[in-house]
């Protein structure tokens, strides 16, 4: 029975780690199941110690259910040694910052954050929700760490105020908004001139889950077992329900941006910013169909971008094409001026032939 019923842990495992190949508009609610995919990692890996306590032979199965996972575990957990950063490679940080306010740890989140990235030095600077109380610090501050600053509001109405923005030492050559249907989320692709190369960066804010703040109760009641079974149930399909709704939305968003970086592919194209999306998705495996994930391949660790508890998770990335080469991604997680942790990326554009 005990192995029968690791057996039946090991597909589900399988089943979920691989969802991220089901289109979300075809399947909503089975594309949610990438989720999962860390707890049945732990009961699997529990099966595998009482394996090694009471029958050791019986151990096979386990291990063989951690064999064939393996691609989605190098995604959720990626392992690369120290790589040692190229010259003139260029620094790229990616950082929802929440509108200057994400965690209000500090009276001042703008200066904290302004601080940060002036310590930091990068060479681009990708900003989500990079909005501040009546915009009168963005253009004005940044100014003094980066030479060209831009921003673009992708909603402003009575419910919804986001924008995206960029903060470079390269001059900027302009830039165009990437349509799609979305009331607060939106892609801007910025051409920069980068030495005597055109490079674009698309940042990107996508469809978020809309869980409010009486689901992020609920959910973290159901973790804790604070709710009856029926409640559980109950309120764990309406979860799902929202998720699922999300991922479909999302998908119809990564696959427009997806477009845009294959249509310019002549071009070294870096694709960052707040996908909303665990790293076992349709919407980091969509986009890694055509690109390079920098994190999965040169990141070390589960890498929580989200740092809010109960819902940690990678839901930042970076991706690049074949012109431009990754090295050590990093997700900074002593820097707390918002909900989100920052993204660093060392990239090194390649050159001509």
């Known amino acids: 029975m005990i192995a029968g019923a690791n057996v039946a842990s090991v597909i589900i495992m399988l089943l979920a780690g691989y969802s991220d190949r089901l289109n979300p508009t075809e399947h909503p609610l089975l594309s949610t199941a990438g989720m999962a995919f860390p707890l049945l990692l732990l009961i699997n890996l529990a099966f595998l110690l009482f ?10 199965i386990p291990v063989a259910g951690f064999l064939l996972a393996y691609v989605p575990i190098s995604i959720y957990l990626p392992l690369h040694p120290f790589q040692k950063v190229p010259d003139k490679a260029l620094k790229l940080i990616s950082y929802n910052v929440c509108a200057y306010g994400g965690n209000y740890k500090y009276d001042n989140g703008f200066k904290k954050v302004l601080d940060y990235l002036s310590q930091e030095k990068p060479d681009i600077v990708c900003l989500q929700e990079d909005v501040d109380t009546w915009r009168k610090f963005v253009f004005r501050d940044y100014d003094r760490i980066l030479s060209y600053n831009d921003t673009m509001l992708i909603a402003n109405s009575s419910t919804s105020y986001n924008a995206l923005g960029i903060h470079t030492r390269f001059p900027i050559l302009k830039r165009e908004r990437i349509e799609y249907k979305s009331t607060s989320n939106g892609s801007v692709a910025w051409w920069l001139k980068v030495d005597n190369d055109t490079v674009i960066v698309i940042n990107n804010h996508f469809e978020s889950c809309h869980l409010d703040s009486t689901d992020r109760k609920q959910y973290r009641q159901i973790l804790r077992g604070e709710m009856s ?15 699922a709704e999300a991922n479909a939305k999302r998908a119809v968003q990564i696959r427009a941006v997806r477009a845009y970086a294959k249509e310019y592919d002549r071009y070294p194209v870096i694709v960052c910013g707040d996908f909303n999306d665990n ?53 900074d997680d002593e820097m707390d001026a918002s909900d989100h942790n920052p993204v660093l990326c ?8």
């Open 279 to 331: 790293p076992i998705s349709y919407s980091r495996h969509a986009m890694a169909e055509v690109l390079t994930d920098c994190y999965v391949t040169t990141g070390n660790g589960i890498g929580l971008s989200y740092n809010q508890k109960a819902f940690a998770l990678r839901i930042d990335h970076i991706f690049c094409n074949e012109k431009v080469t990754p090295y050590q991604c990093i997700i």
């Open 346 to 353: 060392w990239l090194k554009i390649r050159p001509k032939p």
């Open 51 to 60: 394996w090694l306590i009471f029958k050791w032979r019986m151990m096979w």
């Open 229 to 243: 079974s029926d409640s559980a149930r109950s309120e764990s399909k309406l979860l799902l329900v929202k998720l």
